[in-house]
């Protein structure tokens, strides 16, 4: 199988064997972007593409260092703020549900999965915190995934999403995270699904 590897920093594949690794930047406008021009053209070079990457964990028993695979992401701070609420672009009729939620169209089998909130600003804000959870509840957060998945449906291409939980969302503690052992084992579950 011909696999493309996409991260957003080099960091984050630091361990990876493989020699197919796009590295985009990070957000979902470095990702769609890089992902965007690289697929144009080497679009029937894969048979499957795998983001691979760091994540917070909104669950604080969620043991860090853990990898998931994402089965779906969404675009959650996409919308319109209404006084008190938060309107989603589907809510407001400017998107289709289908394409605020996307999901992975490819199962790597012997890893647990979890759903996913893609962010342009990662929480470290209690109120912000509890607002994100009560509108949209997800176990991780990521920086790139639901452009990322969105970019492969277009192109037609299965797509998985593996993430390793770097830190707990709260109140941003960086002294708690686990990064290096996050990318360690982040690393060590993608050579063994790529072989």
């Known amino acids: 199988m011909r696999i493309l590897l996409v991260a957003a920093t080099q960091a984050e594949v630091t361990l990876i064997t493989h020699k197919e690794v796009l590295i985009t930047g990070v957000g979902m406008v470095n990702n769609a972007m890089h992902l965007c021009a690289h697929l144009a053209t080497h679009r029937d070079c894969y048979d499957l593409v795998i983001n691979m990457g760091v994540a917070g964990a909104f669950d604080p028993q969620t ?44 199962t790597i089998h012997g890893l647990p999965t979890a759903t996913a909130i893609t962010v342009n600003t990662v929480h470290g804000n209690r109120a912000s915190i509890n607002a994100i959870i009560a509108r949209h509840p997800a176990e991780l957060e990521t920086m790139e995934g639901a452009a990322f998945l969105a970019v492969c449906r277009h192109f037609g291409l299965p797509a998985a999403q593996v993430r390793a939980v770097s830190n707990h969302v709260e109140p941003r503690y960086r002294s708690k995270w686990q990064l290096a052992l996050a990318i360690k084992q982040l690393n060590e579950a993608v050579n063994t699904i790529i072989g």
């Open 63 to 106: 043991e860090l260092g853990s990898v998931f695979q994402v089965n779906e992401d969404s675009f959650a701070d996409l919308g319109a703020e209404d006084g008190e609420r938060f309107l989603t672009l589907p809510q407001m009729g400017l998107m289709p549900a289908d394409d605020w939620t996307v999901r992975a169209t490819y």
